[in-house]
């Protein structure tokens, strides 16, 4: 048997950068910086805020090397880096990590960062925003974010007709 494997299999690019940057920071934390006192500085704690992607495997390889994931912006110390995830997040939960003073690294999708500036716009000139999807997902959350929490989010046909 031959097995052939697409061209555009595995993560697409935006999950890639995300996914290469969760390791390419881990890697740094696991060097030492030399300072001039010649002790070892310890690089701040790196978090994923939220499931970086939706792959498990991946999620768990970066928390076995010592990232670590909240949920919640205060589960997140003071000053630690925040890795955003490839959905992205509401506006709001970037301005609330810079009061923290963390370092935000943002990865969202560049395709996803588009919608969140067409709905941002769209919204602004006091159009209605309508979201297909999941109104729990972090996707729809980022999104929705962009008009203030406002957009009506739908998720079958059925409530479409309502």
Do not use: W
């Amino acid at each position: 048997m031959k097995i052939i494997v697409a061209e555009t299999s595995g993560f697409c690019f935006g999950v890639r950068k995300a996914v290469d940057t969760a390791f390419s920071l881990i890697s740094e934390k696991d060097k030492p910086e030399e300072s001039d006192s010649e002790s070892v500085q310890t690089v701040c704690p790196l978090y994923m805020f939220g499931y970086l992607i939706h792959n498990q495997a991946v999620v768990d390889e970066l928390l076995e090397r010592g990232m670590h994931i909240a949920e919640r912006i205060e589960d997140i110390p003071d000053g630690a880096r925040v890795l955003i995830r490839a959905h992205g997040v509401p506006p709001d939960t970037i301005n609330r990590l810079k009061e923290k003073n963390c370092s935000v690294i943002d990865r969202t999708c560049p395709f996803v960062r588009k919608i969140h500036q067409i709905v941002k716009e769209a919204s602004a000139r006091g159009e209605a925003v309508i979201i297909a999807g999941s109104e729990k997902h972090p996707e729809v959350l980022g999104i929705n974010g962009e008009c203030e929490n406002s957009a009506l989010i739908v998720q079958s046909s059925d409530q479409v007709e309502k």
